[in-house]
């Protein structure tokens, strides 16, 4: 965490809205709410604990020592060729004493403070404020024909060896990894005016556009929003239980919000499927774990899509932003804080880097 701005490149990463119909917030957005409330409240020690500082020695070797991130750990390693156990050995302790022996004054001089700050100077007065979105920010642009999302990668399997003997390693496919439960702004910039964005089913097919969860879908100018929802299984369904009308009927309005055709009732009753059997296909068609993003007009720009849960341990560790937003005042105006670099930790998700201020701003698509 740069709150001192200290030689923490090494720390500027993180892994990664409101609760859905069927699961709690996902771990982010209590992380958002909380770090809100510790503002708000004019709460040091609240704000304190949920950044890196609240890491004890053991958590924070652990976490490192097993960090899925290219970046990350050719950081770590400042250069060495040995394996990585050993590089990491000799390394990781100079960053730990570096967090260890800063004072909660100084955090809070360094990190706290500016923003109580900047907020007043715009003439916030935090009893009357109220959050109205909690967002990762991923920006996006076009560079060498290609979108480049913020992201990170990891990369463990070697695919060939070269006849000097030099390890070829998998190639990056742009994969994009997006949580159930959370919400994603992506943000083109210049680059993207005339490329529009899309996400579906198939590659390169908008025929097969994915909408759900999605607004504006396709644009390639000022913002996307995306939400892709929980798969669950609905209440007061059982599992391994046949599919009759009454459950299939409960199962469609569950999850789809609708009611199915009574002969669709009817086909689904005779099926000789279980719950789960319906479930399954319902979670493929709408709730799909493998998407695509691409541009519809020109080839080759975009990559695939990973849906996952926050509890997903194959994923890269991604060094993630959270954006988020309150209201205050009469009309209502928007303000925003930006909380960087977000990593899923053993206490859950810390922040590593101070806050920023980024004051008032105009209406924003998806933002009360």
């Known amino acids: 965490m740069s709150i ?3 030689c923490f490149p090494v720390f500027l990463f993180g892994l990664f809205c409101l609760q859905t119909a069927f699961a709690q917030p996902h771990p982010f957005n209590q992380l958002g709410r909380a770090v809100f409330d510790s503002i708000r409240d004019r709460d040091l020690t609240k704000f304190v604990e949920n950044s890196v500082f609240a890491l004890e020695e053991d958590e ?3 976490l490192l020592s097993g960090i899925k991130n290219d970046a990350l750990i050719a950081q770590l390693r400042e250069g060495s060729k040995e394996e990585w156990s050993i590089a990491f050995a000799k390394n990781w302790r100079k960053h730990w004493r570096h967090i260890a022996k800063q004072p909660k004054s100084q955090i809070g001089a360094q990190a706290f403070n500016p923003i109580l700050s900047a907020a007043e100077a715009d003439g916030i007065q935090w009893q009357t404020a109220t959050l109205t979105a909690i967002e990762v920010l991923l920006p996006v642009k076009l560079e060498q024909g290609h979108f480049e999302v913020k992201r990170d990668t990891f990369t463990q399997k070697v695919t060939s060896t070269d006849v000097n003997g030099t390890n070829e390693t998998e190639r990056d496919s742009g994969t994009l990894y997006f949580d159930r439960g959370l919400k994603y702004r992506l ?15 198939k590659p390169e097919d908008s025929k097969k556009r994915f909408d759900r969860g999605i607004k504006r879908n ?12 929980q798969r669950a299984l609905p209440t ?17 309005e569950g999850l789809l919000g609708k009611k199915p055709s009574s002969s669709v009732l009817e086909e689904l009753a ?17 709730f799909p774990s493998n998407l695509y993003y691409f541009c519809p007009d020109r080839k080759g720009v975009g990559g695939t899509i990973r849906v996952t849960n926050a509890d997903d341990l194959e994923k890269p560790n991604q060094r993630i932003d959270l954006l988020i937003t309150f209201g205050f005042g009469k009309p209502k105006r928007s303000y925003q804080i930006l909380l960087r670099e977000i990593l899923n930790t053993p206490r859950g998700p ?11 701003v105009e ?4 933002t009360d």
């Open 270 to 286: 005779n099926s000789g499927y279980r719950v789960e059997d319906l479930v399954s296909e319902i979670h493929e068609k709408y």
């Open 187 to 201: 943000r083109m910039d210049r680059s993207t005016h005339g490329y529009g964005f899309m996400i579906g089913l």
């Open 60 to 62: 924070f070797r652990n």
């Open 350 to 360: 810390l922040f590593f880097e101070k806050p920023q201020w980024l004051g008032e």
């Open 218 to 229: 396709g644009a390639g100018v000022g913002d996307i929003l995306i939400e892709f929802e």
């Open 236 to 252: 007061g369904i059982l599992k391994g239980t046949s599919l009759n009308k009454k459950n299939a009927s409960m199962i469609y």
């Open 363 to 366: 209406a924003q698509v998806g």
């Open 4 to 6: 001192l701005k200290v």
